[in-house]
């Protein structure tokens, strides 16, 4: 049996993971605690079916307000109870998924108690890469990717040397606008830049896959994560989705991950990482799926993509910057405040006039999140 402890248990990954958890069976996996931002009612019923020893709301109010409603589990309250649930003494695999930069400081510390992580939250990378690597040597432990493209490298480099990979391939559906010309683009709505052809996300992330900021985010993890030179990962849109990405290497062969679309595949994975059960979609139907395409990303259109490659060539501080600022354009485009070419625009310019900075640790990581942010919430 594999116990577990989720941060985000009621967000989309979060959900899925209690999906895969039941699928499974109690007898395969015992969720040992779980903490969530602020949705006590949906907390309420997970606590009501999984029965977790510990649960931490991020919102103190939400907190006492649960405990009354479940005064037999403990629950606890803010950075400090969503870090005891990430380091419970009985939980084998923590489960990293809150949104944003409140993620990072229960991951780090999930680590330091010799956790192994499955992470789906980007700052864990893209923002901390170097640090959080450095404390998973330290540590010996495993850093197990939640995303289709990531868990599709992972299983692809399984047994393989660094040395003997030319390149990585992440694949991307190209969104909604991969076909639009440049005066389509000066028409998107918001509502437009939410319909994702493949996938039902969260807001951010669906935007994030409109400009192809999410790859450049992908992009960025496989660097720290495959420890592989940034010249060598390159990002090819795959309107279908059916191969999730792609490894090459030195002897020109490929190995490619193939299956639907569906985030519980890599979900279950790393839930059930070194081992394999039976999953819950359909068997793969190639007959029906016969038709795969590739093309390079328009580089002009998707000028968040290029902003990525920069950010982690310069390095230091920039990803993080580029990062927390992202997110803060892509709210004021969700707001109707900007508009979508803007996110990227606006992007640019921020990351012209910062000054990269040396991170060294989890402080330095919120100091320039909060710059970005700030500077972000001005332009």
């Known amino acids: 049996m594999k116990k577990i402890a989720i941060l985000g248990s009621t967000g989309s990954i979060g959900k899925n993971c209690l999906v895969v958890a039941r699928h499974l069976g109690a007898n395969a996996i015992r969720v040992v605690a779980l903490a969530a931002k602020s949705n006590i009612a949906l907390l309420e019923e997970q606590a009501k079916e999984f029965h977790p020893e510990l649960i931490a709301v991020f919102d103190e109010e939400a907190a006492r307000q649960l405990q009354k409603k479940i005064p037999h589990i403990p629950v606890l309250a803010g950075i400090e109870g969503v870090e005891a649930v990430a380091t419970h003494q009985q939980a084998d695999l923590v489960i990293s998924a809150m949104n944003g930069t409140i993620g990072l400081r229960p991951t780090i510390s999930a680590i330091r108690a010799k956790k192994n992580i499955g992470f789906a939250t980007k700052e ?8 959080v690597m450095n404390l998973v040597r330290e540590h010996g432990v495993s850093l197990i990717p939640i995303d289709s493209e990531l868990t599709a490298l992972f299983q692809c480099l399984k047994g393989e040397s660094t040395q003997a990979v030319h390149q990585l391939l992440i694949t991307a559906s190209g969104g909604p606008f991969r076909n639009y010309s440049d005066e389509q683009l000066n028409r998107v709505s918001v509502a437009d830049a ?79 990482y070194p081992a394999r059960a039976p999953g819950l979609l359909k068997p793969f139907d190639f007959i029906k799926n016969h038709t795969l395409q590739f093309s390079m990303p328009d580089n002009d259109k998707f000028r968040c993509l290029q902003l990525a490659y920069y950010a982690i060539r310069e390095g230091k501080s920039v990803p993080c910057y580029m990062n927390g600022a992202n997110e803060v354009l892509v709210h004021l485009f969700l707001t109707k405040k ?36 700030q500077e972000a919430s001005s332009i």
């Open 338 to 373: 900007i508009g979508w070419k803007e996110i990227g625009q606006k992007l640019e310019n921020l990351l012209s006039r910062h000054v990269a900075q040396p991170i060294r640790s989890f402080e330095d990581v919120i100091a320039i999140d909060q710059l970005a942010r």
């Open 194 to 272: 939410l319909h994702h052809p493949n996938y039902r996300m969260g807001p951010k992330v669906t935007i994030d896959s409109s400009t192809l900021m999410n790859k450049g985010l992908e992009m960025i993890e496989a660097h720290w994560l495959f420890q592989i030179p940034i010249e060598n990962i390159k990002v090819v849109v795959h309107p279908q989705q059916i191969i999730h990405s792609m490894v090459e290497f030195v002897d020109n062969s490929l190995l490619a991950h193939m299956g639907d679309p569906n985030m519980l595949v890599p979900i279950q994975y790393a839930m059930t």
């Open 124 to 131: 864990v990378l893209v923002s901390g890469g170097e640090l």
